[in-house]
């Protein structure tokens, strides 16, 4: 029922972003995944990951035909843009294949096989369309938003010590190896997060059914309604808004070497192009869903959630992508959602639905200070910097205390069963050997009712008893002479 209602959500979702992005002239999910079945896809990789998420249902045969094929159409597509001379990308082969078992779901699977096959299939569509969303969602931002906040998310991080400008000038002192390290954790993001999910998944070929919970679901969601708050709070980033990469439309070209002054903040135009996608930084948000899903793994899975985690960090503020209250955000976003999903599949709990509903009210209340407070918030640094902080860690902390609650109680549901289990085998094994017990009393009190004779057992070498004479044969039977006469006749 839930994966019919998120399916039936996620479709009508992305028909009103399809009706909204043909009124701009532009081109929608629709529209952008279509395209990709025959023409150059935007990202063969990300194809190719979709379909590894879909295979997570299949036998591993399965998994090398499907792949196999997939890598077989890709070159046939290759070897025709290369005879055309049209542009050179796979990934056709991966999104061909994955419908496929859409298609083979529908007409040839029944009962249960039917709906995990088609939950694999929708795992892996739900990535593309998580793709597609955002690309049409950031092209919205652009075409509805001709002016953005910056100076009030600026003056605000003053109360933070403009951490994107020291980050930026830090970055900028590694060189080029720590920029191009810092610029492929940031691209590979996505890669990463799906690391964590197939280790999550491992188990569903064998288990034939999915996890409760997982990072893929943290992952869509985060990436549905983030954009929403960029339509509310639309914000460029430091090396737009305050660098070169704004050109004629950055108010000053400071960043990151000299402070933006803390003057009134007020909205400023800018161009039609660079997505409002600051507000909150959703890659932090993500990488934050990395971090806290990998803490369940092996140890070298956790050590690469926490590097991703702190590399993100790293390059969102180091590249002037966002500022350190776009980071803020980002984590409360997260906790936030996580908890939600959380809460939902334990039916709705009262403690869940409590830190929901605080970390939704944490956030508002940082998005309405940057909107309106950033001057009082800029004059008091000491008091709003760590306030601001301390208001982040509490939602941490919450998070932290009830999943760990969460984790004792399921410890222990799981220890009762297996108690109650262990329970019913003993006591299937008392009552076994009771019956036999009663068994073998019911059996000696037969030997002591019977004569004692028949509870002898015979001689070991006693003759075996001859049988009784018959009355009417009066002749041996070996005796040559006939039958005797009686004497009295003679």
Known sequence: ???????????GFLIIL?????????????????????????????????????MVVLTWRQRFVAFGAAVGIDIVFWLVRWGVDAKMMFGNGALIVTLAFGVIALTRRKGDERTLLLKGVGLALLLLAGRKTGDTWLMITWKTRPTVLDPYVAVADHALGEPSWLVGRLVEATGSVGAHVLDWVYVQLAACAVVV????????????????HHLLRTFLVIGLLGPGIYMIFPVVGPVYAYGTEGGIWAAANLWPHTLPAVTA??????????????MPSLHTAWSTAIFLHSRRGPLLLRCVGAFWLVATLAATLGFGYHYGADILAGVVFTLTIETALRTFDRARRRDGTVLVAYGATVFTALLLAYRYLPMTMAGHPCLFGPLMILSM?????????????????DAQTAKDAKDAENAENA????????????ENAENAEDMKAAPLTARLPPPRNAPSPSPAPDPLQDTAPDDPTGPRQPAGLV
């Not at 395209?35 to 990300?46: N, Q, T, V």
């Not at 999910?197 to 409760?212: D, G, I």
């Not at 860690?393 to 109680?409: D, H």
């Open 1 to 11: 029922m839930l994966w019919s209602t998120a399916g039936v959500v996620t479709l």
């Open 18 to 54: 399809e009706i909204v992005a043909r009124r701009y002239g532009e081109s929608g999910p629709f529209t952008l995944g279509a395209r990709e079945l025959i023409f150059a896809p935007a990202s063969g990789p990300l194809l190719y990951v979709s379909m590894a998420l879909m």
């Open 197 to 212: 999910a197939l280790y999550q998944l491992r188990h569903v070929a064998a288990a034939r059914r999915f996890p409760r």
């Open 265 to 278: 903040p007020h909205p400023i135009p800018f161009d039609d192009i660079t997505p409002r996608n600051c």
């Open 393 to 409: 860690l509490s939602v941490i902390l919450g998070y932290m205390w009830l999943t760990r609650r969460w984790r004792q109680e």
């Open 427 to 438: 006591e299937n094994a008392e009552n076994a050997e009771n019956a036999e017990n009663a």
